[in-house]
């Protein structure tokens, strides 16, 4: 079974207005960590947000929000205010045991989104 | 600029031929992890050092495939007789790993493109 499900087509997203990325997760292990990255045309990864899985709270960083939905393995990224620049490859991703194992991340397949003016 | 750097950034090369990667990551990082990325996929995983032990291999990793980290620096991923499948994106990132409060979020570099004609 895939370990991150990334299933939406690509998005479009009017300039100024949310959109919300899905990602569903599957784990056994209870210590998780989950990122979401962004690659624009440029190609580099710029990592955006994290949520670990004993966080209680929604992460938040700027404009960025996790919403983590612990029963339904889900990890959505939301975006508020849409700008421009935000038009990229967005990736979810999990490390499995908590940040001192071995962090390699597993990647979903990316959503492309698209911010129209 | 004190990020991860990768060296060469494009690569192209005839099919049989043997190709080297560099990649010199975050000073103070004692993580260092390859992943190759084909046209739009994710990252996947090949390989992971801590200091200068390789701790695992993906099996995407076939043995025409070597990864080196010799002194737990700079590491260097070499691929031998390049097939045309080997046209990929190759992701070095690095991590500091294990440190209390560290994420286990990935830092990574620009990538090196290889194209096998």
């Known amino acids: 079974a895939q370990k991150i499900t990334q299933t939406q087509p690509g998005m479009f997203v009017q300039e100024k207005e949310a959109v919300t990325l899905d990602c569903t997760y599957d784990?056994?292990?209870?210590?998780?960590?989950l990122f979401w990255y962004k690659q624009p045309s440029s190609g580099e990864m710029i990592f955006l947000i994290y949520?670990?899985?004993?966080?209680?709270q929604n992460a938040t960083e700027g404009r960025y929000s996790l919403n983590f939905q612990k029963a339904r393995k889900s990890a959505n990224l939301v975006i508020s205010a849409s700008q421009l620049g935000d038009s990229a490859m967005y990736f979810c991703a999990m490390r499995e045991g908590g940040s001192g194992a071995n962090s390699k991340l597993t990647f979903g397949k990316g959503i492309t989104l698209s911010v129209r003016p | 600029d004190t990020g991860v750097s990768q060296d060469p950034r494009h690569k192209i090369t005839k099919r049989g031929q043997n190709v080297t990667f560099r990649c010199d990551p975050i000073s103070e990082h004692n993580r260092l992890y390859w992943y190759r990325q084909t046209l739009g996929q994710g990252p996947e995983f090949l390989t992971y050092f801590q200091n200068e032990a390789q701790l695992e291999k993906s099996r995407l990793l076939s043995d025409r495939f070597s990864a080196e980290r010799p002194k737990g620096s700079f590491s260097t991923l070499e691929i031998q007789r390049t097939e045309q499948g080997d046209s990929a994106m190759y992701l070095c990132?690095?991590?500091?790993?294990?440190?209390?409060?560290?994420?286990?979020?990935?830092?990574f570099g620009e990538g090196s493109r290889l194209t096998v004609l």
């Open positions: 949520q670990g899985s004993y966080d209680q």
């Open positions: 784990t056994s292990d209870p210590s998780y960590g």
């Open positions: 990132a690095s991590s500091p790993g294990g440190s209390i409060g560290s994420t286990g979020e990935l830092f």
